[in-house]
């Protein structure tokens, strides 16, 4: 009996033992490739300053605070205050006044490719003589701008800025970019979810992200440290596997689902702007906001659309303002608005027409 249990016991550490070394093989091999894999995103120089994207378990990810360095090829500086909205190169990051415009949107809120304190927000902001929050963030759909706004109700930063007045940054791309799980700083091979709007029957939801924590430490290891392999960059992608082979198998089954979705469930985009336009008034509904949307075009016969502009007639105290007239009355050449992200000139249009309508709409 005694003989019976001992080899037993010996054929249960034997099995364990295999079990254990196929586990360490198989994560060594998976570790192996993740790795060539970072070290191939990360081997072309980033255009953004080193942490300047952090982790947001609601949104997916999301512009840190305290940033501050130019942008790769110093065409303009990127800076952060504490509260996370973007400052000028000069701005004090910790000092504020309560009071002024948010701005939440993409790129072309934030005023990629030109400085602070040429964009719109900022261009209001000087009209008015209150101060900027810019919140516009690069690569942020209307899911990640409205969950953005609603992080910064529950952590109390509404609270101390008690904006007067916000503005929506709008263009034709976002609602498509509304409606997918995957960002466009995601990688096919390294797994990135951020928040997307969802349909579930006849009502809209904000569907989060999967956690890829990880992803973003490593990401930002490789950043920091450079490609080359070592025992803190083994030891974290290994332990790290089972987390990634997980996220990795949910977004391909959240791929699968987005392919497979048939066009006539689809949402449009009269229900992404109603969706998004009611819980922003929702979220600013206590701090008596006035909520502006700003429609920016790519191009002299780019038109809102008929989703958008049904869904202001539904929000009938959200103001207007068509960047179209404001590209034909400050007379801004094409180049610095077709296809791109708006230069100067255009920046400056529609920040004094946002506050040419604005005044119109007071003196109603």
Request: aromatic fraction near 14%.
């Amino acid at each position: 009996m005694k003989l019976l249990d001992k080899k037993n016991l010996n054929y249960l550490i034997y099995m364990v033992s295999v079990i254990v070394l196929i586990f360490i093989a198989f994560n060594t091999y998976v570790t192996f490739r993740i790795h060539s894999e970072l070290a191939k995103l990360t081997s072309t120089p980033l255009r953004w300053p080193v942490g300047a994207y952090v982790y947001d378990k609601n949104i997916g990810f999301d512009f840190a605070p305290d940033v501050s360095g130019p942008i790769q090829d110093g065409s303009f500086y990127v800076k952060s205050h504490h509260l996370a909205y973007r400052i000028g190169e000069h701005d004090d990051g910790n000092s504020f006044q309560p009071g002024g415009v948010l701005s939440l949107g993409c790129s072309l809120t934030y005023a990629d490719e030109v400085e602070s304190e040429q964009s719109f927000t900022q261009v209001i902001a000087d009209s008015l003589g209150i101060p900027a929050y810019n919140y516009g963030v690069s690569s942020f759909s209307y899911a990640h701008a409205l969950v953005k706004a609603q992080n910064l109700r529950d952590e109390g930063v509404l609270d101390k800025l008690q904006a007067q007045y916000v503005v929506l940054g709008c263009w034709r791309g976002l609602p498509d970019r509304t409606r997918t799980p995957f960002p466009r700083i995601a990688s096919k091979s390294i797994p990135l979810t951020a928040a997307y709007f969802k349909k579930e029957g006849k009502d809209l939801k904000i569907e989060y992200p999967l956690g890829s924590r990880h992803a973003f430490e490593l990401i930002t290891m490789y950043r920091k440290n450079g490609p080359e392999l070592n025992f803190k960059k083994f030891s974290k992608i290994f332990f790290a596997i089972p987390r990634f082979a997980y996220v990795y198998l949910k977004n391909n089954s959240l791929s699968q689902q987005v392919r497979q979705i048939k066009p006539g469930t689809l949402l449009s985009d009269y229900e992404i702007y109603d969706f998004y336009f009611t819980n922003i008034e929702s979220v600013f509904s206590s701090y008596h906001s006035k909520i502006i949307v700003l429609y920016m075009p790519m191009s002299p016969d780019d038109q809102p659309s008929e989703g958008l502009m049904k869904a202001i007639a539904a929000h009938p105290d959200i103001i207007f303002v068509d960047g179209k007239q404001a590209i034909k009355k400050y007379n801004v050449p094409l180049k610095d608005y077709k296809s791109k992200h708006p230069q100067v000139s255009a920046h400056k249009a529609y920040g004094l027409e946002t506050v040419s309508t604005m005044e119109g709409f007071k003196a109603r």
